[in-house]
């Protein structure tokens, strides 16, 4: 489309409302929603432009370090069609660890830690947190009633790839920019 003149730029913004099933939820292509962020964008090189691969240098719990990264990044996918967090075991068992259990009756949620990604890579970056309200799923199983589970899962079948999917991109709004090859996060507002 940006190709054929038909975009005004080479990008695509991306905002997922946080309230489940709720909606709101869109994606702007050829520019940015602006009445869904109002702070600066960080910004990721992207190192593999199919899969909108990025790098990832650390992982933090309430600021202490939980994973650093062996090689100068772990790549990390940004993913808007996988529903949570997955990654490796040796990359996301320390950080389930120090996150702790969440209980399904959603009790603890409001004690549970913040985590934060380094993001950026090869060029630096800055921390992105991710407080639990976004990494944790809740689900209304009745009327006033939820369930709470951690969205976030180890697996080797992604190794050594880090997802982040639609539990990250909630708490961000993020835009795609194919013309420099990089992808923007930006805090989402919420109502």
């Known amino acids: 489309m940006y190709l054929e003149g038909l975009l005004a730029a080479f990008e695509f913004g991306v905002y997922l409302s946080n309230t489940p099933g709720g909606l709101g939820s869109g994606i702007t292509f050829g520019g940015r929603d602006t009445t869904k962020f109002n702070q600066p964008f960080v910004w990721a090189d992207v190192i593999l432009p199919s899969y ?42 320390p950080l389930i660890k120090a996150i702790g259990p969440v209980k399904s009756d959603c009790s603890n949620l409001k004690t549970l830690p913040t985590i934060a990604f380094n993001m950026g890579g090869v060029t630096g970056g800055a921390m992105l947190p991710l407080e639990p309200m976004y990494y944790v799923l809740k689900v209304e199983t009745s009327p ?48």
Request: aromatic share 14%.
């Open 52 to 93: 909108w691969l990025v790098g990832n240098d650390n992982i933090y719990v309430n600021g202490t370090l939980v994973y650093h990264c062996f090689l100068s990044y772990c790549p990390a996918v940004i993913d808007t069609g996988t529903s949570i967090i997955v990654g490796p075991p040796y990359i996301l068992d």
């Open 144 to 191: 006033g009633v939820f369930e709470c589970e951690l969205g976030i899962e180890s697996t080797l079948a992604v190794a050594p790839l880090l997802i982040l999917g639609d539990t990250f991109l909630r708490r961000y709004y993020t835009v795609f920019d194919r013309k420099n090859n990089q992808v923007g996060f930006s805090p989402a507002i919420h109502k």
